[in-house]
């Protein structure tokens, strides 16, 4: 099969760059208290924050890694050749004019044009560990909107930032959430005051760029009452010869009524291990719906949550992902009901081609005296080749009469006949596969912003031409 | 929940109390005409025993299980029977009223048996306890006896019984015969802490077909006792199997049932299980599918109340292309009752054109029960259809309207509907008679309370 010249493969290895590193702070390589102090200084974290670090560290090292249910990949990270901390020392800035020219230079090179602002309310761009950009429009600004740096909202934001911080997701969630909460460094404040409705969705670009650098932003979004917001978060990497860690940890926080969407495209090139925690509160009537797409790295561990807590809240999950050769996509959602006639739906599909393997692993709880709980989850496993793998691990409690649950999750191939049918329209057969996959996704992809919807589509079409014929 | 530690502490102080006397001082020397093999493996076994650690909350295989229910130094091996006793325990020991044969154990003592038809025996079935097999039947017993490790969480509890086992059933049909009635045994728990370990070895040759029925019960209904049972099936190529076996133990005792199913070319297998009695009882199910055009059938009944917990873990395990396997649980959970599911379908590689189904459905009956429910999938070919599906929900409300509208009263209005709910496994069981009897047993759990 002669392989089409087609714009994606561009875009498919925009990524593969690196530019000579100039960071002015480097925490070296390996993780000691020595290195939170030194991350401390740098950043001149207040008091609270320096003990809240070095007491995630003492959680971090005494909690096993999760070897025993989870992929034993996790052993292959040796977290003493990581850098947990770079920095270009510089502020972050406000206009395009000052932010660094081989910065910019890498935006151009992942296809992030300057009219591209202009749809999007603000760009909190990334690269390694601080905020080197940071703009939100006027309009946004004027409602009272606050888009920074995680850093920037612990300093000038304390009274919102300290209440929500680390409550989603406490230290102790689990091993790498407590590394997060030692070594952080970047990521997104958003607070969005009553009743305030972004029309745009905000957006951040994540990107690691030095050798054996792991990234541990730090994200929390505050929606306030009756407001609405979406957020949207990208990742691509350039490829590294040795393991790369990213660990993130996402917090979400929905007042009574608010809405909330958080979407993910998550691209990080094959050598990246991606085990990320995320995690929503709604409250009162709020809604938090996760859209999360896993393309990229070599191991992805995420489940993002959704904890209703107040009466009628709602939390949604909707996943794809494209475990292609070498890759393991070890997804899933966690639904925790809390409150009365709360309701929550899951839904993911996954594709695994060549050596793939995309793992569905959920959580649902509800507790006794609930009344009127409601949770539909549907799992749906698309398998290219042979040597493909699947697996689905739910776990649902259900305690009390009054509520109801069902889970559906199901394993196919291709259907043979429509490959055959479009074959026999004149199409090769790995268009034929392309079809098939995409429509198999179709119905999520939907639901993505314009842009994304394009991208992955084109992804997925990139994947199956190598996966036939 | 909470206080885990505090009662695996009082377990751990328990475990030091009770001395030799119970099972965790190792299995009683006593005179054997068993084989020197078996008396081997037994050793062997007590001492993977031991070595093998306890099960903790945060193994996979005993997620969601109260392992703080596993204690097992309460309990000691049996004493001999007083011949009164022996006589009552038979005389209870019918369920089934046209069958092929029966044997009846109790505390882990051969009781006795009915003949077994004459045309049958002479055709070369063997039904006998496992005591006697051991000795008459040593090359075919051997060949098959415990040859399934125990994968779902109970290796430690497989070695145990390994350890301790001293009487049983082993039923073999010979190639082309078909047993055309089905064979019955009981095994009782009697004495007070009591621990059992009753065994069942079932060999189908060729194209043979039996039904094997087990009870599995009290002498008295609140009587603490211990049973860690194993039951092995063995399905020849184009054998029909249907295995059934029905728990009613005391609302007290413990149980471990650890089952292996090997399905070989075009031979299918049947197994249902009725789970009613016990405090805490464990079921491990695995279904091996071994050859092409195998098939297996996967269904259990359960029905809990008060403070029962009921534990179920099942492997459908595809290692042959062209299989297919399809799991039915339900479970109508009242009171405080919990129960666990944990399932997993496994299609290995190259097991292509597998069709696998699963599904586990939980019908809550009161706002303390509880249902975990984790039904799993793990395929490693491609040419596979596959599904499960798991629900939990409560009786309808316009159901039980209708009824109540039509003069039925509450508690009947409710118990026919859970009898309608759980109806569809037992319609799945092509043998009416025994159908009506495993209703009589659902009914009679209802008529307790």
């Not at chain 1, 994200?219 to 990497?237: F, K, N, Q, R």
């Not at chain 1, 939390?315 to 309701?343: N, R």
């Not at chain 2, 039904?127 to 098959?144: K, S, T, V, Y």
């Not at chain 2, 370990?197 to 039904?211: G, I, M, N």
Request: glycine letters at 8%.
């Amino acid at each position: 099969m002669v392989k089409q010249a087609s714009p994606l493969e561009i875009e498919r290895n925009a990524g593969d760059f690196a530019y000579p590193e100039t960071h002015t702070h480097d925490a070296g390589i390996g993780l000691t208290e020595k290195t939170i102090h030194y991350i401390s200084d740098v950043k001149e974290d207040p008091d609270w924050v320096r003990q809240f670090r070095l007491n995630a560290f003492r959680i971090f090292l005494n909690k096993p890694m999760p070897t025993h249910w989870a992929s034993k990949d996790l052993d292959a990270i040796v977290f003493d050749n990581i850098r947990y901390y770079l920095s270009g020392g510089t502020q972050p800035k406000r206009s395009w004019e000052d932010v660094p020219d081989d910065v910019k230079r890498t935006f151009e090179r992942l296809g992030i044009p300057e009219q591209e602002r202009k749809f999007l309310a603000g760009v909190e761009a990334q690269f390694d560990s601080e905020a080197v950009y940071s703009n939100i429009k006027k309009a946004v600004g004027e409602q009272g909107v606050i888009f920074v740096g995680s850093a920037d909202g612990l300093k000038h934001h304390p009274e919102i930032f300290r209440k929500w911080f680390g409550k989603v997701i406490p230290i102790g969630d689990n091993k790498f959430s407590a590394l997060n909460s030692a070594v952080f460094s970047g990521g997104s404040f958003i607070y969005v005051p009553p009743g305030v409705k972004v029309k745009h969705p905000l957006q951040a670009y994540f990107r690691i760029n030095a050798e054996n650098f792991g990234q541990f932003e730090r994200t929390l979004i505050i929606v306030d009452e009756g407001a609405e917001l979406t957020y949207m978060e990208g990742c691509t990497a350039p490829k590294f010869n040795t393991a790369t860690l990213h660990s993130a940890v996402v917090e979400l926080v929905a007042m009574k009524g608010a809405k909330l969407q958080y979407i993910t495209v998550q691209n990080w090139s094959n050598n990246v291990f991606n085990l990320v925690t995320k995690r929503g509160l709604a409250h009162e009537e709020a809604e938090v719906k996760w859209i999360d797409c896993n393309i990229g790295s070599r191991l992805t561990m995420k489940y993002p949550g959704v904890i209703m807590k107040g009466r009628k809240a709602r939390g949604e999950v909707l996943s794809i992902a494209l475990a292609g050769d070498g890759q393991h996509q070890d997804t899933g959602a966690k639904m925790v009901h809390a409150a009365d006639e709360t309701t929550s739906n899951i839904i993911s599909k996954s594709i695994s081609i060549g050596t793939g393997r995309a793992t569905y692993r959920g959580l649902v709880h509800i507790p006794k005296h609930l009344k009127n709980c409601k949770n539909n989850t549907e799992c749906d496993a698309l398998l290219i080749n042979a040597t493909s793998r699947t697996d689905t691990y739910p776990a649902i409690t259900v305690r009390g009469t009054g509520n109801s649950v069902q889970h559906e999750a199901s394993v196919s191939q291709v259907s043979a006949e429509q490959i055959f049918y479009m074959q026999q329209r004149g199409l090769t057969k790995a268009q034929a596969m392309s079809l098939s996959v995409n429509g198999f996704v179709n119905d999520l992809v939907r639901q993505f912003p314009m842009e994304y919807s394009v991208e992955l589509k084109r992804l997925i079409e990139l994947e199956m031409e190598g996966s036939v014929g | 929940m909470s206080n885990q530690s505090a009662v695996l502490d009082e377990v751990a102080e328990s475990v030091s109390e009770s001395g030799p006397a119970g099972i965790l001082g190792g299995p009683p020397e006593r005179e054997s005409i068993s084989p020197g093999w078996f008396r081997d493996q037994q050793r062997a076994a007590w001492a993977e025993f031991q070595s093998l650690p306890m099960p903790v909350r945060k193994d996979q295989a005993w997620r969601f299980s109260n392992i703080d229910a596993l204690n097992l130094a309460p309990y000691s091996g049996a004493e001999a029977l007083a011949e009164v006793d022996r006589h009552e325990i038979l005389d209870r020991s019918t369920e089934l009223d046209n069958i092929s044969g029966r044997l009846v154990f109790a505390d882990d003592q051969f009781l006795g048996r009915d003949v077994l038809a004459e045309n049958l025996r002479k055709s070369g079935v063997i039904f006998q306890p496992l005591e006697r097999a051991l000795i008459e039947h040593e090359d075919l017993f051997r060949r098959h006896f415990m040859s399934q490790p125990a994968t779902l969480g109970s290796a430690k509890f497989a070695a145990l019984h390994l350890a301790f086992v001293r009487s049983g059933t082993f039923l073999y049909v010979p190639s082309g015969v078909e047993v055309e009635l089905p064979l019955e045994t009981f095994h009782w728990l009697h004495s007070d802490r009591v621990a059992i370990f009753p065994h069942t070895l079932l060999v189908a040759d060729e194209f043979s077909k039996v039904t094997l029925v087990e009870h599995f019960r009290s002498t008295a209904r609140n009587r603490a006792g211990f049973s860690c049972g194993v039951n092995d099936l063995v399905v020849g190529p184009g054998a029909k199997v249907t295995y059934i076996s029905t728990q009613d133990w005391s609302d007290s005792a413990l149980s471990i049932q650890i089952n292996a199913t090997t399905v070989a070319r075009d031979a299918s297998a049947l197994n249902l299980h009725l789970g009613l009695g016990g405090k805490y009882s464990r079921l491990e199910s695995l279904s091996r599918l071994t050859g092409e055009g195998a098939h297996s059938d996967m269904l259990s009944v359960t029905v809990g109340e008060g403070m029962q917990e009921f534990d179920a873990r099942t492997l459908q395990d595809h290692a042959s292309p062209h299989t297919n396997s399809d799991l039915l649980f339900k479970n109508a959970l009242d009171g405080r009752a919990r129960n666990t599911f944990g399932g997993l379908i496994r299609v290995e590689p190259h097991a292509h054109f597998t069709d696998a189904y699963q599904k586990v459905r939980n019908l809550l009956l009161s706002d303390d029960a509880e249902a975990n429910s984790m039904p799993g999938l793990e395929i490693l070919a491609d040419d596979v259809k596959c599904s499960h599906g798991a629900t939990s929900g409560q009786v309808e409300e316009e159901q039980m309207f209708y009824l109540l509208s039509r003069g039925i009263p509450a508690a009947v209005a409710r118990q026919l509907l859970v009898g309608g709910f759980l109806n569809e496994v037992l319609d799945r069981l092509p043998q009416p008679p025994i159908v009506a009897k495993l209703e009589a047993l659902i009914a009679q759990k209802f008529s307790r309370r």
